[in-house]
């Protein structure tokens, strides 16, 4: 079973006393995250991050900067000092959210956070408003005690679900991120919440291919012999669906054998209109990319592969444009971050978490790729598959639980010697 925290007067059981006595409200606060709109695209984190500044400052934590590329996406950078010099740890997360989609499909109104049968329910819930009103309790309970030394940071990005370009792109780009490790509180699990600490934010290759025909007049294409550049198109695709994962350079991921996933055809368009045949046609696609690969790697291995296959078919005409590539990110499964989160998770759910690798990207592409800070790539309440999705959802007791664990791994991150093993 689970402990109930530590020795009387350390700073864990105070801790745990404050995260035990505000649960109720914990809850609530993720709610009001939830009924607060932040959806990317238009992308506006305005009201919920004003909301979470004035949580904060309730809470005796005022040391909060606002810095924003543009005045409708600000990001809160919260210094909370411990006693003296240390170690930094920051603990992030987004405050924006994907649009709700389809209201009809939605059981319960996408703003309206309804708990019930022991599920918060809501847009953004796991993905990642449950993990913002943990973090922010984490660290109001941090400012609280002594007997650990350094500074906790929260760090709360804009525009994370529009690609983080004026979120933490931007942050780390203009040096605005500093410290010896980080946590990111993305949902880590896939069949199961708390399933495992993510210590790989898989990368990704994103690429559109041309392919090129005969544009003519579409009543008289029998009589001669025009390539239907949409036709061409989707014998490629099917060719690089079942065959590209074979030809990619890469080795398997040592921890659980993960692979790059391949998504061709992801979007597509050809043709001009009735009455023309077709001279020329689009598609766009993606690839998660494991740590080893690069885009320069994965630039060969498309043109190798187009190459082969213009080779094989030769009324195929088609060109490669890559359109972004971030490599995949890792943090040492032994590293005292990851260390810390273990015994956290130990202490709070009665179970050793263990790591793997996270199947999406997440801001550890900017925290390490581009800042250079150890990051723990997801560890957080909720699921991966429903986010993005309606009905999203999650256990209501993550949102304690996300706090405790947050509290209890920065409390031994910053301060070893003073917490009991």
Not at 128 to 152: C, D, H, N, P, T
Not at 373 to 399: C, D, K, M, Q, Y
Request: with cysteine.
């Amino acid at each position: 079973m689970p402990e109930s925290g530590g020795a009387p007067g350390h700073p864990e059981q105070e801790v745990l006393s404050f995260l035990k006595d505000t649960v109720g409200d914990q809850l609530a606060f993720a709610r009001r995250l939830i009924a607060t709109p932040s959806p990317t695209p238009p992308g506006d984190e305005r009201a919920v991050a004003m909301l979470v500044r004035e949580r904060l400052e309730g809470l005796g934590v005022h040391d909060i900067t606002v810095l924003s590329a543009e005045p409708s996406r600000p990001n809160l950078m919260v210094r909370i000092p411990g006693r003296g010099p240390g170690k930094t740890l920051i603990l992030s997360g987004h405050l924006d959210t994907k649009p709700p989609g389809d209201l009809s499909r939605w059981r319960v109104h996408p703003y309206d956070p309804a708990v019930f049968g022991g599920v918060l329910h809501g847009l953004g819930s796991g993905d990642m408003k449950a993990a913002i009103a943990s973090m922010v309790y984490a660290g109001a309970a941090l400012a609280r005690v002594g007997g650990w030394a350094g500074e906790l940071n929260l760090v709360l990005t804009a525009d994370e679900e529009g690609g983080s370009t004026l979120g933490s792109k931007w942050l780390a780009e203009q040096g605005h991120l500093e410290a010896d490790a980080a946590i990111i509180g993305e949902p880590c699990g896939v069949t199961s919440e708390w399933e495992n600490i993510g210590v790989v934010s898989r990368g990704s290759a994103l690429f559109d291919i041309e392919v090129v025909g005969t544009q003519m007049h579409s009543s008289v294409s029998d009589r001669f012999d025009p390539v239907n550049a949409t036709v061409e198109m989707a014998w490629l695709i099917a060719k690089m669906h079942a065959e590209l994962l074979d030809r990619l350079t890469y080795r398997p991921y040592p921890v659980g054998g993960t692979r790059p996933t391949v998504n061709i055809g992801v979007m597509v368009e050809g043709g001009v209109y009735y009455g023309v045949y077709p001279g020329k046609a689009r598609f766009s696609s993606d690839i998660r990319l494991v740590p080893g690969m690069t885009e320069q790697s994965i630039t060969a291995d498309l043109e190798r592969f187009l190459d082969q296959a213009m080779a094989e078919n030769p009324r195929l005409d088609a060109t490669l444009e890559m359109v972004g590539c971030s490599e995949a990110t890792e943090i040492p499964a032994d590293h005292p971050a990851v260390i810390a989160l273990q015994h956290a998770s130990q202490r709070v759910l009665g179970k050793r978490v263990e790591p793997a690798v996270f199947p999406g990207a997440t801001d550890a592409l900017s925290f390490q790729g581009i800042a250079g800070i150890p990051t723990v790539a997801a560890f957080g309440p909720g699921l991966v598959p429903r986010a993005h999705a309606p009905n999203e959802r999650l256990s209501f007791h993550g949102v304690n639980q996300a706090a405790r664990i947050y509290a209890l791994a920065a409390l031994r991150y910053l301060a070893p010697s003073q917490v009991a093993g």
